[in-house]
């Protein structure tokens, strides 16, 4: 059972589609408390459906930060995120939540000061192929990062172009974290695949009800899948869907497969950098015996 303090920070991460939102809201709103969102995604103001940010009821019934704060077509890398975040570690008790682990990492890690990349840099690196990036990364580099996911290998490639320096580099001159991870409650949140893939399912169709096709026709003639905000699972099926080339039946099952995927790669992540951190199986755990207020 996880005691948890009125006055003690909150980090909750997990999967896409595992709960984690509910459960700060839960927390949130039986001992007080600000959610702060942790996610890569949800700091956009595009795609609030698709990325499942916080919906108005929600919104009412505890306060939130950093949702929807940065526009669509906008950069905001983990360093922007920290400056953000940093004083709100100062006001009201933080429940940070989100499924970007990278955040987290820098959070209760330290983050490498690393300069912003050149626009034309990244420009010209969105055209070169994963695996060729790849070759261009050092072994250090390579064995800290995803290699599965394009924006971190991207990034690291960046960085190595711009400064001459590896991200590896980089990041042994990490300065100290914001908030030591002894000081704050931390759990993952840890589910089985079948639950969760059937959870992933039921959400997106839930997200087609709420108006996610209507969210990416008004996206549409701002659409560039340069943006980061345009990594929202789902907006691009939805986006081929409305320019011809797909089927609506074919983007939904393709957006699906991308959601699944993506949170393998959460759960592969989690399992090698959480192992400190408590787990709670929301699938089987009712969260009144899973989780106790102190006063």
């Known amino acids: 059972m996880i005691a948890i303090s009125p006055t003690t920070p909150v980090l909750i991460a997990g999967p896409t589609a595992s709960g984690k939102s509910a459960l700060a809201l839960?927390?949130?709103?039986?001992?007080g408390g600000v959610v702060v969102n942790a996610d890569a995604l949800q700091v956009y103001d595009g795609w609030r459906i698709l990325t499942a940010r916080p919906d108005d009821t929600e919104l009412a019934q505890a306060d939130h930060a950093l949702y929807g704060h940065i526009p669509y077509d906008a950069p905001y890398s983990t360093g922007h995120w920290l400056r953000d975040v940093t004083p709100l570690l100062a006001g009201k008790r933080p429940i940070i939540v989100g499924g970007t682990g990278l955040n987290f990492m820098a959070l209760t890690h330290g983050l490498?000061?690393?300069?912003?990349?050149?626009?034309?840099?990244?420009?010209?690196?969105?055209?070169?192929?994963?695996?060729?990036?790849?070759?261009?990364?050092?072994?250090?580099?390579?064995?800290?990062?995803d290699i599965n996911n394009r924006m971190r290998v991207q990034r690291a490639w960046e960085v190595l172009q711009a400064t001459g320096r590896s991200m590896a580099a980089w990041q042994d001159a990490t300065p100290p974290p914001l908030l030591h991870p002894t000081d704050a409650?931390?759990?993952?949140?840890?589910v089985p695949v079948d639950w969760l893939n059937d959870r992933i399912t039921r959400r997106f169709d839930q997200m087609l009800e709420a108006g996610a096709l209507?969210?990416?026709?008004?996206?549409?003639?701002?659409w560039d899948p340069s943006h980061q905000s345009s990594k929202a699972i789902g907006a691009p099926e939805l986006i081929a869907y409305l320019q011809g080339d797909l089927a609506l039946a074919d983007a939904r099952e393709a957006a699906i497969i991308a959601s699944r995927q993506y949170a393998k790669r959460q759960r592969t992540w989690f399992r090698s950098k959480h192992k400190d951190w408590a787990r709670i199986d929301i699938s089987s755990t009712d969260l009144s015996t899973a989780i106790t207020f102190k006063s």
């Open 214 to 222: 209507a969210e990416a026709e008004a996206m549409l003639p701002d």
């Open 112 to 145: 490498a000061e690393i300069p912003p990349t050149p626009v034309a840099l990244r420009t010209a690196g969105n055209e070169i192929p994963l695996s060729m990036l790849l070759q261009e990364l050092d072994g250090q580099t390579l064995a800290r990062i």
């Open 185 to 190: 409650v931390r759990i993952t949140l840890d």
């Open 26 to 31: 839960h927390i949130a709103k039986s001992q």
